[in-house]
Structure formats: structure tokens, C-alpha cells
């Protein structure tokens, strides 16, 4: 299973980007896809999650990093394998290497297993 990640790039401070995520392999079914991020001397960090049922946002809190509330908005196509998350209103601490993450299931029997994307690098600034 690979994940490609794409769509990062450079941005000015209130600008918008879309970060594209499409797993590829042997897959049965993903369970959760979500996106991190990890600034430079900084620890990888949950940005956002979504989970399989309806392709529906969690309604907990904990589904997008209280930074990002409001801003970002996490969507997937599971026809297409894909998550996808949208950046707004791009603030200078938002720039990081973007990682998204699936949790593939390979079987109808098996337990799912983590998978991550490469990364793509987002830079706001002016």
C-alpha cells in the first residue's frame, strides 16, 4: 500500500491551498484518513481525521486540531481512495510537511494497519 500526497506549494498569509492524499495497493477498506503536520524543530502534530462511515467528519472535537478549527476542512472520496484536506485563511505557523495517514484494511478479516504519505511542504509567507 503507498500513499501520494500532493498539492503543497508556497502561499501568502490568507491564502488557500487543497492537499490531495490517494492510498494505492492492495486494499480492501481504510478506516480512518487524516492529515498531520510537523513544522521544522517541531513534533509531528494531528491537524485533522475523518472517519469511514459517510465519509463524515468526526463530530468530536477532537477531529480537528483546535489551531486549525474553522479554517481547514478534511473531506474523502472512498471510491477514489482519496482524502483530501482544504487550507484557508493560511497563517505563517501554519507552514509544515503535510502528512496524510490511512488505515487500511487489506481484508474483510484483517485488523487495519497504518499507512503514510511522503509529505508535502506548505510555506506561507510573504
Known amino acids: 500500500v ?3 500526497a500532493s ?12 492537499l490531495s492524499c490517494t ?12 492529515w498531520y503536520r510537523q513544522a521544522p524543530g517541531k ?9 469511514s462511515a459517510d465519509s463524515i467528519a468526526y463530530a468530536d472535537s477532537t ?21 483530501y484536506l482544504q487550507l484557508s485563511g493560511l497563517k505563517p505557523e501554519d507552514t509544515a510537511v503535510y502528512y496524510c495517514r490511512a488505515d487500511v484494511r487489506r481484508s474483510s478479516r484483517s485488523l ?8 508535502t511542504l506548505v510555506t506561507v509567507s510573504s
Not at 23 to 34: E, K, L
Not at 43 to 51: F, G, H, K, M, N
Not at 112 to 119: A, L, N, P, R
Open 2 to 4: 503507498q500513499l501520494q
Open 43 to 51: 513534533q509531528r502534530e494531528l491537524v485533522a481525521l475523518i472517519s
Open 112 to 119: 487495519s494497519t497504518t499507512y503514510w504519505g511522503q509529505g
Open 7 to 18: 498539492g503543497g506549494g508556497w502561499v501568502q498569509p490568507g491564502g488557500s491551498l487543497r
Open 63 to 83: 477531529a480537528y486540531a483546535d489551531s486549525v478549527k474553522g479554517r481547514f476542512t478534511i473531506s474523502r472520496d472512498n471510491a477514489k481512495n482519496t482524502v
Open 23 to 34: 492510498a494505492s495497493g492492495s486494499i480492501f477498506s481504510i478506516d480512518v484518513m487524516g
